[in-house]
Structure formats: structure tokens, C-alpha cells
């Protein structure tokens, strides 16, 4: 038995032994151990090189995973068959919050809102034109319209008799 682990903890005496000096496969078990056999470096670079695929394999599941969703995004916004502005402006919108699934979007309405909401504030905190804000804003009404309540869009506001909601920052 090794003398050094008789000195860490003097139980490890009572134990068989489990390779004898002479024996074949304790010579097979050194010889796989020693370091003449691997070299560190190389298996350091081998770990590190695996490491870096898998990350790397990992990430690029992730992206693609985001863009097959991006894709499903734009497959039913073009089913609402809007103009290409308020599709910009959707897609803008959607890219801008980066969405695990942008698709929600369709069957959110609160979402919408809020997202709308978040976008109208930096469109008019920015610089511009008022006609430019006036037009961002209608467009993102115009979305809301076509994508949740089609059929609401004649609503009129019992408080204001036969006049229909107002729409832009002006009524």
C-alpha cells in the first residue's frame, strides 16, 4: 500500500490492494496515464476546439430558430395584405423589440398597443417634421385597424353624437 495515503487517513490500510507490481494490467493502466502518450497541449487544444464547435453549433441553431420565426412573422403579414409602408412599420417595429415569437403580435392586441404605444413616444421625442410624425402615427393606426377589428372601424363615439374617433393629434 502507498505510505503517503496511510499518512492522509489511516483507514485506507485496511484495503486490498488493487494492483500488484508484477501485474500485467497495472503496466497497461500506467503506460495509458503516462505522458508520454498524450500530449497536453494537444488535448488541451482538442477540448477547446470541440468547446468552440459546440457553442458555436448552438448559437447558429438559436439564430436560425429567430429568422424561421421572422419568416413565419412576415408569411401572415402579408396575409393581411397591407400597404408596404405599414409593413415597414411593422417589421420595423417587431425587429426593434427583438420578439422571441413576433407572431404573437397578430393575437395580441395589449402587445400591439404597447409596442405602438412605446413607438409613438420616440417618434415624436425625435426630430422630424410634424407631417412625418402625423403620417407614422396614422400608419399605425391603420395597421391596428387592419390586424385586430377590421369591422370597428365605424365606431362612433357616443359622447361626440354622429362624429367618428378621432385619429390624428389635430381632432
Known sequence: MNPLLRLIHPQFSSFPTLF????????RFKSLL????????????????VT???????FLAYKYQ??????????EMKALDLDPNAEGTLAGMVKRYSM???VKIFFSVR???????TEMWRVLGSAGSQKAKQEFIDTLYTIRDRTYHPDWKEL???NLGDKKLPRTLTE
Open 66 to 75: 429567430r429568422w424561421k420565426r421572422y419568416q413565419e412573422f412576415l408569411r
Open 111 to 117: 402587445l400591439f398597443d404597447d409596442m405602438a404605444s
Open 100 to 102: 422571441d415569437e413576433p
Open 20 to 27: 500488484v507490481q508484477g501485474d500485467d494490467s497495472f503496466d
Open 156 to 158: 362612433v363615439n357616443p
Open 52 to 58: 468552440v464547435l459546440i457553442l458555436l453549433i448552438t
Open 34 to 49: 503516462g505522458s508520454s502518450a498524450i500530449n497536453p497541449e494537444m488535448l488541451l487544444q482538442i477540448l477547446v476546439t
